[in-house]
């Protein structure tokens, strides 16, 4: 595994969700998304993963979204690009694309609806690590994707691919985040991507999180990753207690639909906006998410 700069691909990188105006995508909104988590204090961010709905996107959208990132960021801070698709030939494409866009790291999700066979999956992924000297992310969601990895296939994946440096997890197994630590040393990078176990995982020795809340929150998910990174359990413990409800909130409909919402409640969004088959929250949704924000200090009342 090759070696990297001790503070990279760790701490808070929000998956970038992905504003659309009049059907369009809006890059002026995306550009100063990441320009506010700059200010934020995000270590990162994430572009066009499940919060950034790539399965809406076209592939001209989804480079340009990524460049637009990299513009804006201007190496203050790290730029993940989300590149996997269910199709090899796009996902090369999007891969070998952002790599000359200049982003610092791939995220690539396991090939979904397909279902491949074990050695079929290895390979797929050994074949795309080789087509960027980038560090190389595997991104594990099998409630999306319906497709699982074990300790067997990472360990395949690491034997054939020397920047294969880590993965977005996003299930509550544990246990396969202490066994990838374990076979591949501390600095394997597991980035939590089920907000409710980032707490839990990071104590377990997780380097940071792909935390959607990270689009409404930065600052407290920050705050979490430092508390944790500093060994301050208890602090770490009592933030996570806070950001509970909200992580939750994630999942009161299909991600990023409650995200949206929330954040077009709070001005950072200037529309509440998607693209079919994804729709906005439905009242009874919206109203569940008015009162947590007013719970929690974020919003005035629900007349907002």
């Known amino acids: 595994m090759i070696t990297l700069a001790h503070d990279a691909l760790r701490g808070s990188l929000p998956p970038l969700v992905t504003p659309f105006s009049n059907g369009r995508v809006d890059y002026d909104t995306y ?24 399965s809406v996107l076209t592939t001209a959208e989804r480079r340009r979204l990524t460049e ?14 989300a590149t996997g698709s269910q199709s090899h030939a796009e996902t090369v494409e999007l891969t070998e694309h952002a790599s000359a866009a200049g982003v610092d790291a791939v995220l690539v999700v ?24 980038l560090p ?15 300790i067997g296939i990472l360990t395949d994946i690491a034997a054939r691919a020397d920047n294969f440096v880590g993965m977005k997890h996003s299930v509550a197994d544990l246990g396969l985040v202490t066994e990838a630590l374990i076979r591949f040393g501390p600095e394997f ?18 380097q940071g999180m792909v935390n959607a809340v990270g689009n ?15 060994g301050d359990l208890a602090t770490g413990r009592a933030l996570h207690q806070q950001l509970f409800e909200l992580n939750r909130a994630v999942f009161y ?7 949206k919402y929330m954040m077009w409640r709070l001005g950072l969004l200037p529309n509440n906006e998607h693209r079919l088959p994804m729709m906005s929250a ?16 974020l919003l005035h009342d629900h007349a907002g």
Request: glycine share 10%.
């Open 282 to 297: 439905s009242p009874e949704v919206a109203a569940r998410l008015d009162a947590l924000l007013v719970d929690n200090g």
């Open 253 to 259: 409909d299909t991600n990023p639909i409650p995200v």
């Open 189 to 206: 990078r597991v980035l939590v991507g089920l907000e409710e176990v980032s707490f839990p995982m990071m104590a377990l020795g997780a």
């Open 31 to 54: 550009a100063a998304m990441v320009e506010w988590h700059v200010r934020e204090g995000s270590h990162g961010v994430v572009t066009c993963g499940t919060s950034g709905e790539p």
């Open 68 to 81: 637009v990132a990299v513009e804006a960021a201007g190496g203050r801070i790290a730029v993940v690009a």
């Open 110 to 133: 396991t090939p979904y609806y397909i279902r491949p066979p074990r050695r079929g999956l290895v390979a797929y992924f050994a074949d795309l690590a080789s087509r960027t000297p």
């Open 136 to 150: 190389f992310l595997l991104y594990h969601i099998p409630g999306r994707a319906a497709v699982g990895v074990d």
């Open 216 to 230: 409404v929150v930065p600052r407290q998910v920050v705050a979490l990753y430092d508390a944790v990174a500093a």
